[in-house]
């Protein structure tokens, strides 16, 4: 069975300073995908990156990058240099292989960002 | 570009009322679904549906049915709200034939039921 955990409920920090999001998941596929999303106060879940199980290259993006290990099923997200507006609910996602499958989410964790 | 719309995004109902939510994609998607969100706990799968006239259940359907007429159109309905379906509800959807492909979300709709 698939299974996404978050273990950090809750994580303060000041702005500025760099900020990891822990998420290790549980899968007996050799195909699968994972996700971040990001809810903001205001509700809606904003997709921020999908990486298959064959890709293990971390990824980049502005002040957000990925670090995938499959050896130890992981896939923790990194903000450098915090900013108040990443102050979100993150959640971290699995789907395995074969369409209809279903994306399994993580209990999320709480960011907040303080000036 | 709509993407996913969820209608209505608040709602307050009495136990024992009955509801539908409703949900619309404009993406050609064949996939929907609808999740539950609440504190602590992620997104729960509802029910989803792989193509028009194909319906599944997810983790947690009792209390809800679906049903999929159209490609585009994906209602959920509450039978008889009982408090413990206050929570906030994501309708989704994805495109088929590439596993892994994003899911978009709807708005979420804000459920309360006294």
């Known amino acids: 069975a698939q299974k996404v955990t978050q273990a950090q409920t809750e994580i303060s920090v000041v702005e500025k300073e760099d900020v990891t999001l822990d998420c290790v998941y549980e899968t007996r596929d050799t195909t699968y995908y994972l996700f971040w999303y990001k809810q903001p106060p205001s509700g809606e879940l904003v997709f921020l990156i999908r990486?298959?199980?064959?890709?293990?290259q971390n990824e980049i993006s502005g002040r957000y990058s990925w670090n995938f290990q499959k050896s130890t099923s992981s896939f923790n997200f990194t903000i450098t240099a915090s900013q108040v507006v990443d102050s979100a609910v993150y959640f971290c996602?699995?789907?395995?292989?074969?369409?209809?499958?279903?994306?399994?989410f993580g209990p999320g964790t709480r960011l907040s960002v303080l000036p | 570009n709509a993407g996913v719309t969820q209608t209505p995004k608040f709602q307050v109902l009495k136990t024992g009322q009955s509801m539908t939510l409703q949900c619309a994609q404009d993406m050609n998607h064949e996939y929907m679904s609808w999740y539950r969100q609440d504190p602590g706990m992620g997104l729960r799968l509802i029910h989803y549906s792989v193509g028009a006239g194909i319906t599944d259940q997810g983790e947690v359907p009792n209390g809800y049915n679906v049903s999929r007429s159209t490609t585009e159109d994906f209602p959920l309905r509450l039978l008889s709200a009982a408090p413990s379906q206050t929570s906030v509800y994501f309708c989704?959807?994805?495109?088929?034939?590439?596993?892994?492909?994003?899911?978009?979300f709807g708005e979420g709709s804000w459920l309360t039921v006294v």
């Open positions: 990486r298959n199980s064959f890709d293990e």
């Open positions: 989704a959807s994805r495109d088929r034939g590439l596993t892994g492909n994003t899911i978009y």
């Open positions: 996602a699995l789907s395995e292989r074969g369409y209809g499958q279903n994306f399994v």
